[in-house]
């Protein structure tokens, strides 16, 4: 990695990874919080099966577990729909009022804080925790995520000029999914690490202590009910430790978040001055706006009837 990004620096003709544009600072902020994400994202992904099918009393079958993960994603579905119509324009209920909004930040705030705060009650959860209260918690989390997911996106390419737009698009897929590699990584570490110490005078024979070591987490065959009660205790830590880990990473975001900066979009700045340059024209003397076809339709048919 850090060869990569030497050879990018100094020697690169042609460079995949311009750094002019990390250098930019809200574009930097952009990458390093679509890095954080990453981290967030994929590593929740893979870590929540391990507590809903090793960790949980009684623990959840792969069915059951698929359905509860789909309580973080499908609303994720909705709210990037919902987001993509909402950065462009909104319409203030009651009043019949239509703004142009088109702006980003609020919606990135509003995303990265509502998932920030489930992701502090997401420490909460217990090995007997209801279906129920998971359910509300990673709701609530795929909401707020929702709101981000292509918001940064277009944050990123509003800001970089429109010749480096598909490279600021690589950029920002390349952060998000290097911080999934670098975040899964770490939270195996953590895992790892807690059970290690919590078993480590628990009286485990040496090759159980093997096998519980990796990425999997199984409770292997062999163990006693209560050297299984004490594992399965240790792991609960190990998952607590890596929604800590998690919980830090969302908040990181929500912070970086706060001063990218907000240009809006660039369509609507086009629109506007093309709508003001119209209208200055019509205004100039001497000048008269020249009727369209259907207003030359209207005014041959008004003619023939009188």
Not at 129 to 141: F, N, Q
Not at 155 to 162: D, F, G, R, V, Y
């Amino acid at each position: 990695m850090t060869l990569f990004i030497i050879i990018e620096w100094k020697y690169a003709a042609l460079p995949i990874l311009p750094l002019h544009l990390i250098r930019h600072r809200s574009l930097g902020l952009l990458s390093l919080i679509s890095f954080l994400s990453g981290i967030y994202y994929y590593t929740n992904a893979y870590f929540l099966p391990i507590y809903f099918q090793v960790v949980m009393a009684p623990p959840a079958g792969p069915i059951l577990s698929s359905g509860l993960l789909q309580a973080l994603f499908l609303p994720q579905i909705a709210t990037a729909m919902m987001a993509g119509f909402a950065v462009q324009r909104y319409i203030l209920s009651g009043l019949h009022i239509d703004f142009r909004l088109g702006h980003y930040n609020p919606f990135l705030w509003f995303g990265y804080g509502v998932y920030f705060i489930a992701a502090g009650v997401q420490t909460t959860f217990q090995r007997n925790t209801s279906h129920a209260y998971i359910v509300g918690i990673l709701c609530t989390e795929g909401f707020g995520v929702g709101w981000t997911i292509q918001t940064a996106l277009v944050a990123a390419q509003s800001l970089a000029s429109p010749q480096d737009r598909a490279v600021v698009t690589g950029i920002r897929n390349f952060a998000r999914f290097t911080g999934g590699s670098f975040g899964l990584a770490i939270a195996s570490a953590i895992m790892n690490n807690v059970i290690t110490s919590r078993i480590a005078n628990a009286g485990f024979p040496q090759a159980i202590v093997d096998q519980i070591k990796g990425a999997s987490f199984n409770i292997p065959l062999g163990l006693t009910s209560e050297q299984t009660q004490v594992l399965l205790d240790a792991e609960m830590q190990g998952v607590r430790g890596v929604f800590w880990f998690l919980l830090g990473a969302a908040g990181l975001t929500f912070f970086l978040s706060l001063p990218v900066e907000d240009k809006g979009l660039p369509g609507d700045e086009k629109n506007d001055s093309n709508e003001g340059a119209e209208a200055q024209e019509a205004q100039e003397p001497g000048l008269e706006m020249v009727p369209n076809q259907e207003e030359k339709s209207e005014a041959i048919r008004t003619e023939k009837e009188e």
